[in-house]
């Protein structure tokens, strides 16, 4: 086992430690990424979607930047029949450009951003030519600006009555509020009365009295008071006539001395 490891490494006579040698591997990186945009495949036609991992090849784009920024190239390999697929970075937009073998899908948000963006230098284009267009477009910003000022002090002022109202408050308005069977009952009710009005209406076109109907009053009999008695008192007034007839006096009852029951025991006698 000794003998395979080498000690000993033979160094040429021309070798400069100062002077590195390059390795000779390709100068392209493989990377793991996703698709950055949905795309068709310009050989197959397989459609793939954005977001799909493949193993890809990184590279610099020679002799292209964007103020100073690196353009990197991808390649790719479709799923389908593995045609070669490349696309770039695009630092301007920050976005992706589809170079080779593959073209991107239609996104109308793309179409839209850029349409704004045409849009407002075409405004900008305008007001350095013209400046009373200038004038008019600050005056329509301003005037803008006011609304937005004016709806965002309304809504504050309606945020703070409402943090300040009262429950009972709340409560007692609600309640107040008619429901939609009142008002459409009182809407009946009118109805009612024009048409009564329509009808009660001679030829003359005066208006005929009508007789209210008075509700019908049943006559109830008066229930008789009847006085509570007790048992006893019938007895004693008896009692107390038939004296007063015979001429009876009742004398009154004479307190005579109770003597005492209790011997008293502390005497000398017996």
């Not at 045609?83 to 992706?96: G, M, V």
């Not at 109308?108 to 951003?113: S, Y």
């Not at 309304?154 to 109202?165: H, S, V, Y």
């Not at 009710?189 to 008075?214: I, S, T």
Request: charged share 40%; with cysteine.
């Amino acid at each position: 086992m000794a003998e395979r490891k080498v000690l000993n490494k033979y160094i040429p006579p021309s070798y400069n430690p100062n002077v590195q040698l390059r390795s000779g591997g390709s100068r392209r990186a493989k990377v793991r990424l996703m698709a950055p945009f949905s795309m068709q495949c310009n050989t197959c036609g397989e459609y793939i979607y954005k977001g799909k991992k493949f193993n890809a090849k990184k590279e610099k784009a020679l002799g292209e930047d964007y103020l100073g920024i690196i353009i990197y190239r991808f390649k790719i390999a479709c799923p389908c029949c593995a045609a070669e697929i490349t696309f770039k970075t695009d630092p301007k937009n920050t976005d992706y450009v589809a170079e080779r073998g593959a073209q991107r899908n239609f996104e109308p948000w793309r179409d839209e951003t850029r349409s704004h963006q045409e849009v407002k230098a075409d405004k900008l284009k305008e007001e350095e030519d013209n400046p009373m267009k200038a004038l008019e477009n600050r005056t329509i910003e301003s005037k803008r600006e006011m609304d937005i000022l004016d709806a965002l002090d309304e809504i504050r002022t309606k945020n703070a009555r409402i943090d300040r109202a009262d429950v009972d408050e709340a409560l007692n308005r609600i309640h107040e509020k008619e429901t939609p069977e009142e008002i459409e009952e009182k809407d009946f009710d009118k109805e009612d009365e024009e048409l009564a009005r329509q009808v009660f209406h001679d030829l003359d076109g005066e208006k005929v009295r009508r007789l209210v109907d008075e509700p019908f009053k049943e006559f109830k009999k008066p229930e008789p008071v009847v006085k509570e008695m007790k048992p006893t008192d019938l007895g004693i007034k008896k009692k107390q006539a038939s004296e007063s007839i015979l001429g009876i006096k009742r004398k009154a009852p004479s307190e005579k001395p109770v003597k005492s029951l209790v011997v008293d025991y502390g005497s000398d006698s017996d």
